[in-house]
């Protein structure tokens, strides 16, 4: 049996090849990769099964890094903005990664050992250490390569010590999140970034709301739209949003993603400047679907 010794180097090469490119080359690289996995004698990570790909985000290949590549591009314009480079110290967390859709895009720029995933979903965790990883036509040997993934619990503590990351991402995490899990994971970010961190997140707003309502009227809507106007595209629910109200629907979810932290979620700016306004100050927010599909945001630790 033929062993390859090499899966560990996929970010190093990745990370030595291009670093130095552009980000708009560095995006169409990706894009390639859907369909070429080595490029300029450089192996891609892999992506899973279009099954898996549809069923976790509704879409697959190219269509399933759109989402990924405008968060990116925000992130990198942000942290630009805040004087914060990506050095070879920068250590970067993709939170709830599932299967490192995001998580890809960062290899050019984070030094190889210095990048992070986790999710609490253990098939995620184990496709990345498959998918991120230099296979030979016989075997391969599979861990994640140079990027550092893990599974999580629903609930912190997390096993990285306090400050540890300049930067943490969480895409639609907060979309799905009930209060007490959300309140706990912001006050575990809170421990595990740095003093100069920022931290970038996406939820739903009112432009979720408004989309509801407006399939609510429409002709062809489908069964996943049907149920989420039946739970959060009511009168009662806009009511909610609009006093401020943390609005939580405990549905739960596939795998073990139970209804005790996980389901559909909305927050209201009000609920975000008392609640995360406690422990971190705003960078940037907005909910404007020409830029991003869900609410953003960046935020950073409050001054002591």
Avoid at 151 to 162: D, E, Q
Avoid at 199 to 228: E, G, P
Avoid at 246 to 274: A, H, K, M, Q, R
Wanted: contains cysteine; proline residues 4%.
């Amino acid at each position: 049996m033929e062993i390859f010794l090499g899966g560990f180097n996929m970010h190093k090469q990745i990370y030595s090849k291009f670093h130095k490119l552009s980000d708009s080359a560095w995006i169409e690289l990706l894009y390639k990769s859907v369909n070429s996995r080595v490029i300029k004698g450089v192996s891609f990570p892999d992506f899973p099964e279009d099954n898996i790909q549809i069923s976790t985000i509704g879409n697959k290949g190219i269509n399933s890094l759109h989402e990924p590549k405008n968060m990116y591009q925000e992130i990198r314009r942000i942290t630009k903005q805040q004087n914060k480079s990506f050095n070879k110290e920068t250590k970067f967390f993709d939170f709830a990664c599932g299967y490192g859709r995001m998580t890809r895009f960062f290899m050019k720029d984070i030094f190889p050992g210095n990048l992070y995933g986790s999710d609490v979903t253990k098939e995620f965790i184990d496709l990345c250490k498959t998918t991120f990883c230099i296979k030979c036509k016989k075997i391969a040997i599979c861990g994640g390569g140079d990027v550092s993934f893990d599974i999580n619990n629903p609930f912190p503590p997390l096993k990285y010590g306090n400050e540890t990351f300049d930067v943490i991402m969480a895409y639609s995490l907060f979309s799905h999140l009930s209060e007490d899990a959300h309140l706990a994971w912001l006050k575990e970010f809170l421990r595990i970034i740095k003093p100069s961190g920022l931290i970038f997140l996406t939820f739903r707003q009112q432009s979720f709301l408004t989309d509801l309502k407006q399939k609510s009227i429409a002709d062809n809507v489908s069964d996943y739209d049907k149920i989420m106007i039946e739970r959060l595209g009511t009168t009662d629910v806009q009511d909610q949003f609009n006093m401020g109200e943390y609005i939580y629907s405990p549905n739960g979810g596939g795998y073990d993603l139970t209804n005790d932290f996980y389901g559909d979620t909305v927050i209201p700016n009000e609920y975000i400047s008392n609640e995360w306004g406690k422990w971190f100050d705003i960078v940037e927010h907005y909910d404007d679907p020409l830029k991003l599909q869900q609410a953003f945001i960046c935020i950073k630790p409050k001054k002591i």
